[in-house]
């Protein structure tokens, strides 16, 4: 076998193995194959490469048989290995999709890899299809039907779009001080008290926490987020009703920007996020004046996304709510703390979503005004 293939190699293929020995993560098998060449092109018998580099004589004379005959793409890749044929046809692999996607059969939740290869035996004239074929079949379409994801699935209309190009525009204007442009929304936690104490972490050994807790209840954050300058304001309260958001609204505007014109306040459709909370919580006169300096932006329906503050939010969940935190005023400690160093910090959140880009990515579902056009 060595008299028939002899390997030698150029001073660009030299380089090219020993590059790929000392350089990057590659198979075991392109490695070895690599040093059965630059072994065979020193000279180097075909016995003393297999016994020093633990493969078998094949292996070596193939290798230099694929070298010699091909080249050396064709050395270190993979030969094409001879199987069985495949047992369901196209036709059948289309049939077991169509099936995967449908209704299961009545009293089952979902189908089950075993369900699907009995009704492809059904449906088929195999006597028997295992639940590996259906599973390697379904992966070529990446579908698994055995997984359910819960979506909001919004109604894109004239009404939709008119409220996220509304936004998106108002995120797109230049900083103004007298006009500041701030998103808010609220999210619940929960207060999660300890029963043990946990073992501090020390070198070699984690922090260890018992997995018995406390529930003491919840609250409520408020959250606030200047969508121009590095700014937010986390309130936290025992719950979230229309008189919170009301209380909310007169901090916005007498505490946190008294000395704007008009606040563009962002946020979404819950009930409770109504120019009305505040007459039911002030004085008629009193609600007024705090209307007079606040103008109210609503995102579209199911679309929370287009808030900035729920990034925000994840991010507080993230970095600091993300443990057992058991009574109210720790939670208020830690938030106030989180809150003074993400300000100082200079972290605002950079949005690049605009108009423009809706407008292109979303063209499909934008009202088609043609058809209307036409039939006035």
């Known amino acids: 076998m060595n008299i028939r293939y002899r390997v030698d190699l150029s001073d660009i293929e030299r380089t090219q193995l020993t590059a790929l020995l000392h350089g990057g993560k590659h198979a075991a098998r392109k490695i070895k194959r690599a040093q059965i060449l630059l072994a065979a092109d020193a000279g180097v018998s075909d016995d003393v490469i297999a016994s020093s580099l633990s493969v078998g004589g094949s292996t070596v004379y193939r290798t230099k048989r694929r070298f010699v005959q091909g080249n050396l793409e064709l050395a270190l890749s993979e030969e094409a290995r001879p199987g069985a044929t ?43 299809v295992s639940r590996e074929t259906v599973r390697r079949r379904l992966a070529e379409d990446d579908l698994k039907p055995w997984r359910r994801d819960m979506w909001c699935i919004p109604q894109v209309d004239g009404t939709y779009v008119a409220r996220m190009e509304d936004v998106l525009d108002l995120y ?114 009193e609600a007024h004046r705090i209307l007079q300096r606040l ?38 400690a830690e938030v106030a703390a989180w809150q003074r160093q993400r300000n100082a910090s200079g972290a605002r959140i950079k949005w690049k979503f605009t108009t423009q880009k809706a407008r292109q990515k979303l063209a499909r579902a934008y009202p088609d005004t043609a058809k209307e056009s036409k039939s006035l």
């Open 86 to 128: 495949r047992k369901l046809s196209g036709k059948e692999a289309a049939l077991l999709i169509a099936t995967a996607c449908s209704n299961p059969p009545e009293g089952r939740k979902r189908w089950t890899l075993d369900l699907l290869a009995g009704e492809m035996v059904r449906l088929t004239e195999h006597e028997g």
């Open 172 to 285: 797109a204007e230049e900083i103004d001080p007298k006009r500041p442009v701030v998103c808010f929304d609220e999210s619940p936690t929960q207060l999660i008290g300890e029963v043990r104490e946990p073992i501090p972490a020390e070198p070699g050994q984690p922090e260890r926490y018992d997995c018995e807790y406390r529930r003491n209840g919840t609250a409520n954050l408020f959250v606030f987020l200047d969508a121009h300058r590095s700014w937010r304001h986390v309130k936290v309260t025992d719950q979230r009703t229309a008189q919170d958001f009301a209380v909310c609204m007169r901090d916005l505007a007498d505490i946190h920007y008294a000395d704007a014109d008009q606040i563009r306040v962002v946020m979404d459709n819950l009930s409770t996020h109504t120019a009305g909370a505040l007459y039911e919580t002030f004085p008629a006169q």
């Open 295 to 332: 103008e109210f932006h609503y995102t579209p329906k199911h679309a929370s996304w287009l808030n900035m503050v729920e990034i925000e939010i994840g991010v507080l969940r993230g970095q600091c709510l993300d443990r057992r935190i058991g009574d109210l005023a720790a939670l208020n």
